[in-house]
């Protein structure tokens, strides 16, 4: 009889930690310590980051373990996050994963961030009556990869094999609604912020600068100019604009943001053929963006795969789950493998 396959993975990319436990590939326990800390300061101060992080690590590792309801010894290896992020960051995790891994003797398993996001969709549950829970899409797939560091469009022909058809020549969505908000003097982080109000306005009350790339990459910059231009203007003639007016600014940015993500991945179906596609990354979490999923879904006859909003933001699951097939794989890194930062699948 096969033994049970116990995977830890551990994510400290950014400013969450997280630590999850999933056994042969259906996840167990999935424990996230968030750091308030940053909303004081408009943004994420890296050196408080990873001093969170050293405070975080232990503890919810220990909580992850202890809701999957086995013992570290169970453990068949360490699945971390090794980059994109945060150097600061990625190097508590690091560290601890591998400290970790060889106190136990068992094999430690590298995982790029962005691979993760992706497998988010690969992440099975178990149901309340022993079913498993989660559509796995088909491959290959399209995925739509947004967060505050990346807008990427990736081919998805193996959970080891991405191609990324286009990206952002600058700004990534989730940054240019965050400097948006801070604009709007919101507050942080403005993707939640912009899509509360969002969902009390008049997407068509304003309009923003869509820029016109090439191909299917995306560029954010100019639309983030255009929004601070207008802001000054407006203000300038009614210094309330902004409080008067913000359900309609924020509906209206999110409408342009939404509408530029999908121009580009429709084109991207058009050139591949490819109708089952996917989202992932924090802002995927955006119900602007989950609708017009579903409506181009019915509109073009595409098979769409949204995540759960816990696989949207950074969490361990999805670190473990590529862990998981990187084992079935025999893959593993050496201890001194160091982590990157540089935004990168290979």
Known sequence: MMKDIYILGIESSCDDTSAAVLKDGVLLSNVTASQAVHEAYGGVVPELASRAHQQNVVPVVDQAIKKAGITKEQLTAVAFTRGPGLMGSLLVGVSFAKGFARSLGIPLIDVNHLQGHVMAHFIREMGPDGELLGTIPPLPFLCLLVSGGNSQIVKVKAYNDMEVLGQTIDDAAGEAIDKCSKVMGLGYPGGPIIDRLARQGNPKAYQFAEPHIPGLDYSFSGLKTSFLYNMRKWVEDDPDFIEHHKEDIAASLEWTIVDILMKKLHLAVKQTGIKHVAVAGGVS??????????????????????PKFSYTTDNAAMIGIVGYYKYLDGESCPIDAPAFSKVTFK
């Not at 955006?286 to 795969?305: E, P, S, V």
């Open 285 to 306: 979490a955006n119900n602007g963006l989950r609708n017009a999923f579903h409506d181009y879904a019915k509109r073009y006859g595409w098979t769409i795969y949204i």
